[in-house]
């Protein structure tokens, strides 16, 4: 592919931001997951409000939020985009968090990057809140779980995962 065919390049190779102002605005979500691995203590101190911090999920839940309204101060070719909700959750499993954030928008452009960034600066704050008690915790699996809306159609892992394995969209999918 040369350089006149890559979206974020112009005609010198320069990057520029892509033009996105003769694209029809259409209701956009996206959902990102991710998981905080940490040792059972760390969950039990989260779940009995004992991280010396403060209530780490409300701090991380927040955080995710600011950090979607935020994205593209932090990725360079993103567009800022007004952003119509976010909600970010968790579940506490015996050695993780498991995290999961919905973007929803009505723009020209897509709000995947929100909701990866999102479920990532909510996992880094877990992270940062429990670090004193569990410097050994690992942040996996961060991943875009679906999306909706646009050009190139919805799109599900889920869905992703049956057509690479050839299995019928009938066969029951876990998740990795």
Not at 7 to 14: A, C, I, S, W
Not at 85 to 94: A, I, K, P, Q, Y
Request: charged share 25%; proline share 5%.
């Amino acid at each position: 592919m040369s350089d006149q065919e890559f979206t974020h390049l112009d005609p010198m190779g320069r990057a520029r931001m892509v033009d996105v102002a003769q694209k029809e605005p259409t209701h956009r979500r996206a959902v990102a997951r991710c998981k905080v691995v940490m040792k059972p203590e760390t969950i039990t101190a989260i779940v009995n409000r004992e991280v010396k911090k403060g209530d780490v999920l409300a701090v991380a839940r927040v955080a995710g939020i600011m950090a979607a309204k935020r994205t593209s101060d932090t990725i360079p070719l993103c567009h800022p985009l007004m952003i119509s909700s976010v909600s970010v959750t968790f579940e506490l499993e015996d050695d993780h968090v498991a995290i999961e954030v919905h973007v929803d928008c009505i723009e020209r452009t897509g709000v995947e990057m929100e909701a990866l960034h999102a479920c990532s600066v909510a996992a880094l704050t877990v992270y940062d809140m429990c670090k004193s008690a569990d410097k050994g915790m690992t942040i996996t699996e961060l991943a875009l779980w679906e999306k909706t809306g646009g050009k190139s159609g919805p799109y599900s892992r889920a869905d992703a995962a049956v057509e690479a394995s050839g299995a019928s969209s009938d066969a029951p999918v876990g998740e990795p």
